[in-house]
Structures are given as C-alpha cells and as structure tokens.
C-alpha cells in the first residue's frame, strides 16, 4: 500500500510537470506579468478592517468633514470716506484757484490797457522811423523765412476768430489728446490703468478721479465727447466766464466720479470707469437749465430741432433708467452725477460759492499788496494800487 501510495503522487508530479511545459512560453510570460501586476495593484488597495473583509472601507472623521475646494473669499466693501474728504477739499481748491486767476487777469487786463496806451504815444512820434526799420527788415528775410511768417499770421488771425469758450476748451482738447496717444504706448499701460481709470477697488482713488476726466481709451468716444464740449463751450464761457468755467468743470469730474463710486460699491460692481462724459454733462446741463428755450439739434439731422430743456430731460431720464436698469454700456451715474452738478451749480451753487468769494480775493489782494511793499521801500499798500480792488 505505500509503495501504492508512492507511485500515484510520482505519476501525478510527472503529469503536472508535463502540462506545464507543454504550455507555450508566451502563455506562462503572460500569466507571470498578470500575476506581477496583480500584487502591484494589491497592494495600493487600502487596508481594510480585519474581520470585515467585504465591508467598505469608511473614511475618515477629517476626510468626511471637508468639503471639497474652498469657496471664494469676500472682498470687503471699499469705504468712501477718503475720496469724499478729497472732493470737497478739491471743490474748494479748485474754486479758489479759479478765483485768484480771475484777480491776476484782471490786473493784466488793466497794466496791458496802460502800456497801449503809452505805445500809440511813442507811435505818433516815431510813427514814420518805425515804418522805414520795419520796411528794411522785410526786405532783408529769405523767402522761406516771409512764409514762416505769413503762416504765422493766419494761425493769428484764425486763433483771434475763436470765441473766449473756444479758446479755453481747444487746451482741454489736447490734453485728451496727449492722454489719447499714451494709452497707445505698451509700456504705459500699468501706469494707465493705475491713475487715468477711477475704480473704487483700486488702491489708488483720489488722483484718478481727476485724471480720469481726461482720459479716454477709444477715438470715437473722446470726439463725441470734445464735439459736444466744443458746442456748448462759448455760451458756458460766455455765461460764468473763464476761470468759473475750469473750476466749474474740474469740480463736476470730481463729483460725477465721486457718484459713480457711491453707486459701484453699493451694487458690488467694482469695474473701473474713464472718460469727460461726467464733466461734458455739467457743462450741458448748466447751460440747458440756464437756457431752456433755446433751440437744440442733432449734427446728423438738422432737420429734427428740439428745446434744451426737453433735451436735458430726455438725457436725465435716460441715465437714471440706465442705472436701476443695470446698462454697462456707459457710467451712468457718473452722467446722472455730472448733469445733477451742472443743474445745480446754475441754479444755487453760483450764489454759494462764487458770490462769496470777496473775502477770499480780498485777502490774496492785501497778501500782494504787503509782497509787493516789500520788496522795494516806502512801497507799502501802494504796490497793488494799479491792480483791481475786488467788488
């Protein structure tokens, strides 16, 4: 029985041996790469709990309790009390300015008018060695020279042809032009974006309230704006004068984006803003309530004519409906803001403000009439006794 035994477990070895290597060697190459790959794959399996071998496998307390990706975090709201403090404080700068420059014209204004006076003397003596010296000095340029100043002249005259509005809005036009041209140049444009665009969010907010109002990123968008300025701008000059005009205008660019702050942060749009539209709608609007009989119409149209009272309603109705409707086509607020100035100013803020200059004038008189006593003896108050005492 156990040699039996001994036979049977021989002749199966040898059976199993056989089978074996009867197998082709791609076969058992495959089943040793399953195998290998099997226990690799085994052992990045995750260690379940002993005696539970079919229960999956729970996660941990700190893996249960963490909700995927964070979420966003919140960007506080800005606060406005800074630009607000620098609105007031450049509204009152810029009117104080505007009325020492409105001194100091006058005052040359009245030393220009003597010193006329004193040349058409010298000429009726010297009328006739004056003309013979001019005579000789034309005769002595080159031609090209003689063009020059032919060329010269007709800039003169065409210059001496505009009106007083005309003149002081042709300075703001460049300056939108120049601020137009950098915005072109690559390298410019952080410092662009930093200072010539007004953004609640951003951390400069004072500067860019004004410099945005010169500042205007596409072509189309500055003509419009400079087109209507240019319309408006003789009888804007004509109705507060010069110097009141440029205070009135830097003020409404400061105020118009001072709304447009107010309205961006309490909506949660923080998106930055550009361009005069805040300024040109003061300016539009001043004139429109001071005349609204007069007669308005479209340069593509001149056949449709409407009043300027109608017009500044019609523009008010349509910011504000642009503003509660969410329009991002432009600043609405800033317009509303800009046109609620221009309206205010010519109806209160002119009795405000530019009537109650006296004191202010007055003294920077009495600072140049003691400057001027100063400087040569026994001059005292008499050193601004030929500027204009204000009234």
């Known amino acids: 029985m156990a040699w039996r035994g001994c036979v049977t477990k021989w002749t199966k070895t040898q059976l199993i041996s056989r089978s074996h290597s009867s197998a082709p060697r791609g076969c058992r190459q495959s089943l040793y790469n399953q195998q290998r790959c099997g226990f690799r794959r085994e052992a990045k399996r995750p260690d379940t709990k002993k005696g539970n071998g079919s229960q999956e496998t729970n996660p941990s307390p700190h893996e249960a309790s963490t909700p995927g990706p964070p979420p966003p975090p919140k960007v506080p709201r800005p606060t406005l009390f800074t630009p607000l403090m620098f609105t007031v404080g450049f509204t009152g700068c810029s009117f104080g300015v505007a009325a020492i420059l409105q001194y100091e014209t006058l005052k040359s204004k009245v030393q220009t008018a003597k010193d006329e006076e004193e040349s058409e003397e010298l000429e009726k003596v010297q009328g006739s060695q004056d003309t013979a010296y001019w005579h000789d000095w034309w005769n002595q340029l080159s031609g090209f020279q003689r063009q020059l100043i032919l060329l010269m002249s007709m800039a003169d005259d065409v210059w001496s042809g505009l009106t007083e509005g005309q003149k002081t809005v042709t300075g703001i036009i460049a300056v939108n032009a120049v601020v137009l041209c950098l915005w072109r140049i690559p390298s410019m444009q952080r410092s662009m974006i930093k200072y010539f665009t007004a953004n609640p969010a951003s951390k400069t907010r004072c500067l860019p309230m004004v410099l ?4 205007h990123y596409s072509l189309i968008h500055m003509v419009a704006n400079m087109y209507v300025l240019w319309t408006f701008s003789s009888g804007i000059v004509s109705l507060l004068g010069k110097e009141q005009f440029l205070a009135v205008y830097l003020s409404a660019g400061v105020v118009s984006n001072m709304v447009s702050y107010l309205c961006k942060t309490t909506s949660g749009r923080l998106y930055p803003s550009l361009g005069a539209s805040g300024a040109v709608m003061a300016v539009l609007a001043a004139v429109c309530a001071k005349v609204p009989e007069a007669k308005l119409g479209i340069i593509f149209l001149p056949m449709v004519t409407f009043t300027a009272g ?82």
């Open 212 to 215: 945005s109002t010169f500042s």
């Open 310 to 391: 109608n017009a500044l309603k019609a523009l008010i109705a349509i910011d504000a409906a642009g503003l509660f409707l969410g329009w991002r086509l432009f600043d609405h607020a800033a317009h509303l803001g800009g046109a609620l100035f221009g309206v205010w100013y010519v109806a209160y803020g002119y009795k405000l403000i530019w009537r109650k200059r006296e004191p202010f004038v007055k003294l920077w008189h009495d600072i140049r009439s003691l400057g001027a006593g100063g400087s040569r003896p026994g001059g005292g108050a008499g050193g601004g006794a030929g500027g204009p005492r204000p009234q």
